[in-house]
């Protein structure tokens, strides 16, 4: 307890810390709102066919990958955290706004892919603006990871209100509500962003540069590209559960859309106190061990969401759904972080590239699957690729040289 007590009391004296906490709030909020009605959205307000709602999300996926990828190296070495999240933020903002009053699919897929995908840059810059915090703070390296991990917490607060409330505009004003609250959390963002951020330069921009070199080694290693690609299923696996999900419990289990919003609220308010219990143990543990742990809570989520019947049920299933975003989620950003610690924008990016991909793959995977075997089939994917995640987990760490990341 102690321990936890003093490490919350670093946290909240400093101001740094503190805008860190709110805009994880805000993001949470603004994805919180939107991300669990995108299937009903699609599906059922614009009228898609299930293949045409994956192939709207597989293009928002892209979208974020590329613009991403291509951001993500120059955020290391030439432009400020602060500028990054300002351009993301504002992409979200005029992006969800137009989801609220564009119904065309052409239009859609248009805004999703480069509006929208400009403005999933704002997670990964975040994250990699609170990994520089650390680094340049008195904290020791390794405890930095209990501390990102509660930063990650705060993303997941949001989760534990916005979906209900989110459900609760939606039967009050309407799914234009709900993408207008998410435009507004984006304006909020914007404003925090700009009034408590320094546009300062990278502050490893040099190493980054010296260490190019190093970053192309690190991705040529068989154990990160197999844990990238763990990564990468699991994300998907998410994908088509958060698309499956919402129309699984509307017209598989007959529940209601009160039902589907207190299913997305209940798995963030046990991710927070798993949060920092994991957080905690990365600093006594391995992190690749801990990772696998979550891979087999992945698989015991899945097997159990293959044999529900009732949305109570679903219920209870989503403490295993907190279990396994408490693990995968929060620890694997500084996991991968760790392996390229001059490039904390690239190794974010390769965090949140994995959850593009994985995502591109589920969204496809759920248009297809549902429409051809239905919604319990996906669930059935989906165990089968946290399966394969946790083979993929096992190819053991390679610890290099200290002379090959020079």
């Known amino acids: 307890m102690h321990f936890l007590f003093e490490r919350f009391r670093v ?3 400093q101001p740094r810390f503190r805008v860190l906490f709110f805009l994880n709030l805000l993001l949470g909020f603004a994805y919180s709102f939107v991300v669990p009605f995108m299937s009903m959205f699609g599906i059922q307000e614009i009228g898609m066919s299930k293949m045409q709602f994956g192939i709207f999300m597989t293009m928002n996926a892209i979208g974020g990958v590329l613009i991403g990828t291509v951001l993500a190296r120059y955020s290391d070495t030439h432009f400020s955290r602060r500028n990054m999240m300002l351009s993301g933020g504002m992409a979200g903002c005029v992006g969800y706004a137009c989801y609220a009053f564009m119904h065309s699919f052409t239009a859609l897929v248009v805004i999703g892919t480069m509006i929208i995908g400009l403005s999933t840059i704002t997670f990964s810059q975040l994250f990699a603006y609170a990994r520089e915090v650390l680094k340049t703070s008195d904290i020791d390296e390794s405890e930095q990871t209990f501390y990102m991990n509660v930063f990650r917490m705060y993303f997941a607060l949001a989760w534990t209100m916005g979906p209900a409330v989110a459900a609760w505009v939606m039967l009050e004003f309407s799914i234009r509500g709900v993408f207008v609250c998410a435009a507004i959390n984006f304006i909020l963002f914007v404003v925090v962003v700009a009034r408590h951020v320094p546009a300062l330069p990278p502050p490893f921009a040099l190493q980054a540069d010296e260490a190019l070199r190093s970053r192309w080694w690190l991705l040529r290693r068989v154990d990160l590209v197999a844990h990238l690609g763990a990564l990468t299923l699991i994300y998907a696996t998410v994908s088509m559960g958060m698309a499956n999900l919402p129309l699984y419990i509307l017209e598989t289990l007959h529940g209601t859309k009160a039902n589907v919003g207190l299913a997305y ?3 963030p308010l046990f991710e927070l106190p798993l ?9 006594k543990r391995d992190a ?5 742990t979550g891979m087999v809570v992945a698989i015991a989520y899945y097997g159990v969401l293959c044999i529900v019947s009732s949305p109570w049920q679903v219920y209870l299933a989503q403490i295993l759904s907190a279990a396994m975003v408490a693990i995968i989620f929060g620890i694997a950003i500084t996991y991968f972080q760790s392996h390229l610690p001059h490039h904390p924008g690239i190794a974010t990016n390769m965090y949140a ?9 589920g969204y496809f995977l759920f248009g297809y699957v549902s429409e051809q075997y239905g919604y319990h089939a996906v669930f059935a994917v989906s165990l089968l690729f946290a399966f394969a995640a946790f083979l993929l987990m096992l190819v053991p760490v390679y610890v290099p040289p200290e002379e090959a990341l020079v």
């Open 11 to 13: 946290l909240y004296t």
């Open 265 to 267: 609220s209940i798995a």
């Open 275 to 283: 949060m920092v219990y994991f957080g905690w143990m990365a600093t």
């Open 288 to 292: 690749a061990s801990i990772l696998r």
């Open 353 to 361: 590239n994995a959850g593009r991909v994985g995502s591109t793959t």
